[in-house]
């Protein structure tokens, strides 16, 4: 049988995975789901959890080892950061096999890429927390690591702890850092409020001849009324604080 017709899935009896193809016995609504290991005939079927079942993809992990529907594969795909690890969940979307990152709406196609560089390291059934905390927000983590539901992550910190506290007072001290702005950022915004000189250009042709055009002396933004008052005193564009006062 082909890898692509295989399926998996979790025995009644016991919860162990079984590989092979898929069978089902019975009538609608009372039926039962069998799995016959490709290593068995015909006459050799394990019950399964129809629940559990996971179609494979075909395609194998850096490891060769097969994907299936729900496995969690991990990478370190940044040459320039590789400590940097990404995670994600292969699912069937649409006309074809994706990986996704929860919390993320985009579907990337499960390609060769992802068998050379990827590794099969758990499933959405048996490990979900393998992907706890991927695609979170700022907020959603600070909301993850003060809730009281929450016992110990895979760092082991729990959130009445001397560490778990820092790391929470880390990240509210990094949000409001972000909403100020930069160290560059903030000296940026305060230069622009230094007003300068407005660029004023005679128009030479056409229907407006001898009027002006006026412009912003950062950003070269033109304001769309041939009145300097219209411009405005701050560049619709950059925000450049602008003086008109020496002109005519």
């Given at each position: 049988?082909?890898?692509?017709?295989?399926?998996?899935?979790?025995?009644?009896?016991?919860?162990?995975?079984?590989i092979g193809g898929l069978v089902r016995y019975g009538?609608?609504?009372?039926?039962?789901?069998?799995?016959?290991?490709?290593?068995?005939?015909?006459?050799?079927?394990?019950?399964?959890?129809?629940?559990?079942?996971?179609?494979?993809?075909?395609?194998?992990?850096?490891?060769?080892?097969?994907?299936?529907?729900?496995?969690?594969?991990?990478?370190?795909?940044?040459?320039?950061?590789?400590?940097?690890?990404?995670?994600?969940?292969?699912?069937?979307?649409?006309?074809?096999?994706?990986?996704?990152?929860?919390?993320?709406?985009?579907?990337?196609?499960?390609?060769?890429?992802?068998?050379?560089?990827?590794?099969?390291?758990?499933?959405?059934?048996?490990?979900?927390?393998?992907?706890?905390?991927?695609?979170?927000?700022?907020?959603?983590?600070l909301e993850y690591l003060k809730s009281s539901k929450?016992?110990?992550?895979?760092?082991?910190?729990?959130?009445?702890?001397?560490?778990?506290?820092?790391?929470?007072?880390?990240?509210?001290?990094?949000?409001?850092?972000?909403?100020?702005?930069?160290?560059?950022?903030?000296?940026?915004?305060?230069?622009?409020?230094?007003?300068?000189?407005?660029?004023?250009?005679?128009?030479?042709?056409?229907?407006?001849?001898?009027?002006?055009?006026?412009?912003?002396?950062?950003?070269?933004?033109?304001?769309?009324?041939?009145?300097?008052?219209?411009?405005?005193?701050?560049?619709?564009g950059c925000g450049q604080k602008l003086d008109w006062?020496?002109?005519?």
């Amino acid at each position: 049988m082909e890898d692509r017709y295989l399926c998996k899935a979790k025995r009644t009896n016991n919860g162990e995975w079984v590989i092979g193809g898929l069978v089902r016995y019975g009538f609608t609504g009372r039926e039962k789901y069998y799995i016959v290991p490709s290593y068995a005939s015909d006459l050799y079927a394990l019950e399964i959890d129809p629940s559990t079942i996971c179609w494979c993809t075909g395609l194998k992990d850096k490891n060769g080892k097969l994907i299936f529907e729900n496995d969690i594969l991990s990478g370190h795909i940044d040459v320039g950061f590789p400590e940097d690890e990404t995670r994600k969940r292969v699912v069937w979307h649409e006309n074809g096999w994706c990986t996704n990152e929860p919390g993320c709406d985009d579907y990337e196609a499960l390609d060769d890429f992802d068998s050379e560089n990827f590794e099969v390291i758990g499933n959405m059934i048996d490990n979900p927390e393998l992907l706890e905390g991927v695609g979170m927000t700022e907020n959603e983590v600070l909301e993850y690591l003060k809730s009281s539901k929450r016992k110990n992550d895979m760092l082991g910190i729990l959130p009445e702890s001397d560490i778990g506290n820092t790391i929470i007072k880390a990240l509210e001290e990094l949000k409001q850092y972000r909403t100020i702005g930069t160290v560059e950022e903030c000296r940026a915004a305060v230069e622009k409020q230094t007003a300068r000189k407005g660029i004023r250009e005679k128009i030479k042709n056409g229907y407006n001849r001898g009027m002006h055009h006026y412009y912003c002396p950062v950003c070269y933004e033109k304001g769309d009324l041939r009145n300097k008052y219209n411009v405005g005193l701050y560049c619709s564009g950059c925000g450049q604080k602008l003086d008109w006062g020496d002109e005519e």
